[in-house]
């Protein structure tokens, strides 16, 4: 992906936390990006492929995020600090995980996105559950947990908690604390 | 509250679960009850009045499948059937439930309706904890679970779970198993 691509798709997943997806305006991204709105369509043809790839985008930036912290960090430890990440006061996990949270409500109602944000959510639970079985291997989560299931409940968590969050039901210290004891939970 | 009053609110949880708070038009609830749109303004006074009553009125056919299912069973079996009963293939539940998910990620966007569901998200979650906490006095829930913690987590999940189910990331089969090994990894 060229430079100009990476700065349309931050500029997209910017809008979309700022508006919503379903306000997405091609107009507003190629503002919000300095660049001609020709440009946006050249690169990702219609408004459904910039709303796609700001969702691949949106992927890619949690999973620097997470490969910048929780490299070392012996598996169980990993497990909770990578779930932790989606739960934090900087802009970049902010505007993450409402983009995040838009994609999979405005998926409700628009059956185009359901299937690539299927592929996501498997890909993301995936990765936990394969945290999971390592830290089993290292013997510090019991066998007889279910790595597939601990992992989406988890996920499923953050997704949960991320919402009553960002809605302004619950404080992000708190949020963080049931989520620190989830893991307890569901790991042992 | 009036059989006329009611109708409009089935009509507004309807027309949500449709097409979203954001888009919510009074002509398209008018339509939808069969009334003129003046009864609505005179009943509620605007549209914030109307999701704000929607609001309330999905609480309440909340606590009534919870009331009709419930009655009778030990506190342990509620807590895992009320949270169950959030995650059916009926019409009425499918409805409150993407209602419900939209108000949420509408309040992301629209501080206006952060408070109301703030309230409506406590009570919920309280009277978890009170199933609970009446679980914990049968001896079906040992003592050392902090019910708040529980509680509050459960919810989350069930919004969670339910967020993907309705966006078709999980079946609604696969989201029940969840939501049941979450309630035996809290409450033991």
Known sequence: MSDRQTQILEAAVRVIAQDGVRGLRIEKVATAAGVSTALIYYHFKDRRGVVLAALAHIDHRAACYTDRTCAGADAR?????????????????RENSIAWGELRASAVFNTDLREPLRVSTRSWTDYIESLIRQAQKENSVPAGVDAADAAERLTALVEGLSERWLSGSITLDRARRLLSGAVAAELG
Do not use: G
């Open 77 to 93: 430890r990993q497990v909770e600090e990578v779930l932790l990440l989606e739960l934090q006061e900087t802009e970049e996990v």
